[in-house]
């Protein structure tokens, strides 16, 4: 059906088409599932937002690693309804993609035959409670600065999905820096595991907002399209820009030694991370790839019989209500 809908729009994008559909874009009006739209448009949103939606949902694997060994029965708690609130993020943007023809098993067999990316960021791993409170505080805090302009975004089922997407991660946020404030204000092994942590997940939290523009294959048309809203580097800026003042407060240092605030411009200069590592993890070598990918094929193949049961009552009840008619 997608393949359907991409070729068959091919024909039908003639210059005037184009330069009408990118007056609405301009005049910020929301394009909707059922309006026309170029197929390239299509296209590139179904891969941002799939691989957003996958993101959210093998994000769920590092913190879930320690939903067993959190240290108390209230942080437990609290990480348990951050991992079920990314599941469901995951969902907003599974059915945001469907309204653009295409359906979740497709997105998920792209997926898991490597035809589609997720973050690079989750192919790290989370070796102690420290990261819980990282991956918080700087993977949750680089999701908000991409997704709060997100909100703002062209395509209207994506826009929304974002809104409320964008309050659950404010939480996810401070419980992140609560957990890295706890431990700096604790004993001197607790101050240097939050440090350690700080250490491992800065640069790869860098690279979550992809390459830099000059090297970054889609960020100009996707402006133009509204389908992102920022380059790369300029969010990336703003994040150091917010997150030093934290990691300040914490008395953490930050493990840039070129880090230094500039008046004139009014923001940090800072160290780039280091692309060929961020290439490899993109391109299935980072240190967890393999592990993310098979549990997401084993959680796909042992949940067949639920989606077999689930298509056996649908089609049943459809038979009953023709047999009504
Ligand atoms: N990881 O031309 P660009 C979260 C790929 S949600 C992997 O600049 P674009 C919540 C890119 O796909 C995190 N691949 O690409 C949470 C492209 O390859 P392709 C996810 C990356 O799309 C927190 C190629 O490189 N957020 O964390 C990455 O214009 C805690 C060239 O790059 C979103 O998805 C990367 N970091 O810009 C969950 C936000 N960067 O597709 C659980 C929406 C680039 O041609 C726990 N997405 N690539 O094969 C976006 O804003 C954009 O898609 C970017 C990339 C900024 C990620």
Same mark, same amino acid.
């Given at each position: 059906?997608?393949?359907?809908?991409?070729?068959?729009?091919?024909?039908?994008?003639?210059?005037?088409?184009?330069?009408?559909?990118? #007056?609405?874009?301009?005049?910020?009006?929301?394009?909707?599932?059922?309006?026309?739209?170029?197929?390239?448009?299509?296209?590139?949103?179904?891969?941002?937002?799939?691989?957003?939606?996958?993101?959210?949902?093998?994000?769920?694997?590092?913190?879930?690693?320690?939903?067993?060994?959190?240290?108390?029965?209230?942080?437990?708690?609290?990480?348990?309804?951050?991992?079920?609130?990314?599941?469901?993020?995951?969902?907003?943007?599974?059915?945001?993609?469907?309204?653009?023809?295409?359906?979740?098993?497709?997105?998920?067999?792209?997926?898991?035959?490597?035809?589609?990316?997720?973050?690079?960021?989750?192919?790290?791993?989370?070796?102690?409670?420290?990261?819980?409170?990282?991956?918080?505080?700087?993977?949750?805090?680089?999701?908000?600065?991409?997704?709060?302009?997100?909100?703002?975004?062209?395509?209207?089922?994506?826009?929304?999905?974002?809104?409320?997407?964008? #309050?659950?991660?404010?939480?996810?946020?401070?419980?992140?820096?609560?957990?890295?404030?706890?431990?700096? *204000?604790?004993?001197?092994?607790?101050?240097?595991?939050?440090? *350690?942590?700080?250490?491992?997940?800065?640069?790869?939290?860098?690279?979550?907002?992809?390459?830099?523009?000059?090297?970054?294959?889609?960020?100009?048309?996707?402006?133009?399209?509204?389908?992102?809203?920022?380059?790369?580097?300029?969010?990336?800026?703003?994040?150091?820009?917010?997150?030093?003042?934290?990691?300040?407060?914490?008395?953490?240092?930050?493990?840039?030694?070129?880090? #230094?605030?500039?008046? #004139?411009?009014?923001?940090?200069?800072?160290?780039?991370?280091?692309?060929?590592?961020?290439?490899?993890?993109?391109?299935?070598?980072?240190?967890? *790839?393999?592990?993310?990918?098979?549990?997401?094929?084993?959680?796909?193949?042992?949940?067949?019989?639920?989606?077999?049961?689930?298509?056996?009552?649908?089609?049943?009840?459809? *038979?009953?209500?023709?047999?009504?008619?």
């Amino acid at each position: 059906m997608y393949a359907q809908m991409i070729a068959s729009q091919a024909s039908d994008e003639d210059p005037k088409r184009l330069a009408a559909f990118q #007056k609405r874009i301009d005049a910020g009006e929301k394009i909707e599932p059922k309006d026309w739209m170029p197929s390239e448009y299509r296209k590139t949103l179904i891969r941002q937002i799939g691989q957003h939606a996958h993101s959210e949902i093998v994000g769920q694997l590092p913190e879930g690693n320690w939903i067993t060994r959190a240290p108390t029965l209230e942080r437990k708690a609290i990480l348990l309804a951050k991992v079920q609130d990314e599941a469901g993020h995951g969902l907003y943007l599974y059915c945001a993609a469907e309204t653009l023809g295409i359906s979740r098993d497709q997105l998920t067999e792209m997926l898991l035959d490597g035809r589609m990316k997720y973050s690079s960021i989750f192919n790290y791993p989370t070796l102690t409670w420290a990261d819980i409170g990282a991956i918080g505080w700087l993977v949750d805090g680089a999701a908000i600065m991409n997704q709060v302009p997100l909100q703002r975004t062209s395509f209207g089922p994506y826009a929304r999905a974002m809104i409320r997407i964008c #309050k659950e991660e404010s939480f996810h946020q401070r419980q992140g820096f609560d957990i890295m404030m706890k431990m700096c *204000n604790g004993s001197k092994e607790q101050k240097t595991m939050a440090q *350690n942590a700080l250490d491992r997940f800065w640069y790869p939290s860098l690279m979550m907002f992809g390459p830099s523009d000059s090297d970054s294959i889609h960020s100009e048309q996707s402006m133009a399209w509204k389908i992102k809203m920022n380059s790369n580097d300029e969010l990336r800026q703003k994040f150091v820009d917010q997150t030093v003042p934290q990691a300040n407060l914490l008395r953490l240092t930050v493990p840039d030694p070129n880090l #230094k605030w500039k008046d #004139k411009r009014k923001g940090y200069d800072f160290t780039m991370p280091d692309w060929d590592e961020f290439l490899a993890v993109i391109n299935g070598n980072g240190p967890c *790839n393999a592990d993310r990918l098979s549990a997401r094929k084993k959680a796909w193949t042992e949940g067949q019989w639920v989606r077999d049961g689930l298509q056996a009552h649908a089609k049943k009840n459809a *038979n009953i209500m023709i047999a009504a008619e």
